[in-house]
């Protein structure tokens, strides 16, 4: 980067945009692990089966449904809250309701299985809510050379989030029990609905459709036809299956199967969020940095293989972990390796994602897409117990691992017919 640049890179980081997107990072993942792997220890303690812990887990799978109403989010102008605005009603909406279930979780319990079950749920559809509206205001707040500085004000964010809702969460369990952890994690919330009350909102002039049958056709059909019109149909749909693929090995990890296959090694909750929880999320910080450096170096093709090689491989590490009787020395590397896998090659996509967008359909396409890199990995990661009591773990992560080869075949078809502007450098540069 030459010097005349930097400036401009600081004034991106400076403009109180960036730092309005860390405090909606923050909102975004404080309901994603409390929903998924935390819940699973809160199951595994009350004596819950592992197939059911890693079904109930799979809660999650909200937010690779979010596509389905994310036109809503875009178009509709909420009643009372749409006095803020169309992004930040829909953001304080979105937020009421995590911290509404977050309590109504703890005072319910896992002993009330099926109301608990259903809680679950809806708040994980509220996080997915969420996860829509923040990626809309972030599009909209800033033009697209200050997007990247959003991105990782906003993964900041995130990250630091699910360090309280995943270290802290299990360091208190420790002390106190999981109905106290899930009120303070509700607490928690209240600091980004701060946020919101003082962000301003977008500067969009939005066209109202003229009728219901316009508006379904510009908000629902429209983003589907644009993305097979500009592809056409055989490349749109290789694309479609690259992107179901490309992350199946690292979601297949994500259904509540690590919570209770740490405590069968051997480790404490407070080992498992000191190196898994804390550690883990800074070295998978390193590893978005290192992803956005050699994307920005060398654009996304090559760097987008290199991640898909390591988000796979990466879970063979676990295997090494079996039996490891609460060796220390083996977690810590096995998490170094697979979060710092993990953080690359997700840079690497959400820069590959971004390149696909049209601007006229950013918040519908982009959660059409996010949503299609969680789905095959949420679904293998909820029978992920079924799988693991027939095989047992080391043949589980092998088969992880395994799903990762048929995303990088299709990589060889797919990318080379695509025009991602100047090697995908354009499209980074939008975020």
């Given at each position: ?141 800033a033009p697209a050379e200050a ?107 994500g259904g509540g199967i690590l ?173």
């Amino acid at each position: 980067m030459s010097r005349a640049a930097r400036p401009r890179v600081w004034q991106a980081f400076a403009q109180p945009a960036a730092w309005t997107m860390f405090f909606f990072g923050f909102a975004s993942g404080l309901p994603f692990l409390l929903v998924a792997g935390t819940l699973a220890y809160w199951l595994k303690e009350r004596g819950i089966e592992l197939k059911e812990i890693t079904l109930i887990a799979s809660a999650g799978l909200a937010y690779t449904l979010k596509f389905l109403w994310a036109p809503l989010v875009d178009r509709w102008r909420l009643p009372l809250l749409g006095r803020f605005g169309q992004r930040r009603g829909w953001l304080l909406l979105a937020m009421a309701a995590v911290i509404a279930g977050l309590l109504v979780m703890a005072q319910l319990t896992p002993l009330r299985l099926a109301g608990f079950v259903w809680v679950t749920v809806a708040v994980a559809f509220a996080g997915a809510t969420l996860d829509i509206a923040v990626d809309a205001y972030r599009v909209e707040i800033a033009p697209a050379e200050a997007q990247g500085a959003l991105v990782a004000t906003y993964s900041l964010g995130y990250r630091i989030a699910l360090i309280m809702t995943g270290a802290l969460a299990l360091v208190l369990a420790d002390h106190i029990d999981w109905s106290s952890v899930y009120r303070l994690m509700a607490a928690l919330m209240l600091v980004p609905v701060a946020a919101v009350l003082l962000a301003r909102e977008p500067a969009v002039a939005r066209v109202r459709a003229a009728g219901w049958r316009a508006g379904l056709r510009e908000g629902v059909v429209e983003p589907f036809a644009d993305f097979f019109r500009r592809f056409g149909g055989a490349l749109a749909l290789a694309v479609l299956a690259f992107i179901l693929l490309a992350k199946v090995s690292d979601q297949s990890l994500g259904g509540g199967i690590l919570a209770p296959f740490y405590l069968d090694q051997g480790y404490s909750k407070t080992q498992i969020a000191a190196i898994s929880k804390v550690y883990g999320i800074w070295v998978g910080i390193g590893g978005v940095f290192l992803g956005g450096v050699a994307v920005a170096r060398w654009g996304i093709r090559g760097p987008l293989l290199a991640g898909l090689v390591l988000g796979a491989a990466s879970n063979l590490l676990y295997v090494w972990l079996v039996g490891a009787h609460g060796d220390l020395l083996r977690l810590t590397v096995v998490i170094s390796g697979e979060n710092l896998a993990q953080g690359f090659q997700g840079t690497t996509l959400v820069a590959f994602l971004s390149a696909l967008v049209n601007q006229r359909f950013t918040a519908t396409q982009y959660a059409l897409f996010s949503s299609l890199v969680m789905l095959p990995g949420k679904l293998l990661g909820a029978v992920s117990g079924a799988i693991v009591t027939v095989t047992g773990y080391g043949t589980y992560f092998w088969i992880t691992a395994l799903a990762g080869v048929p995303a990088m075949l299709l990589f060889f078809r797919v990318l080379p017919r695509l025009d991602l502007g100047g090697d995908g450098r354009a499209a980074h540069a939008d975020g």
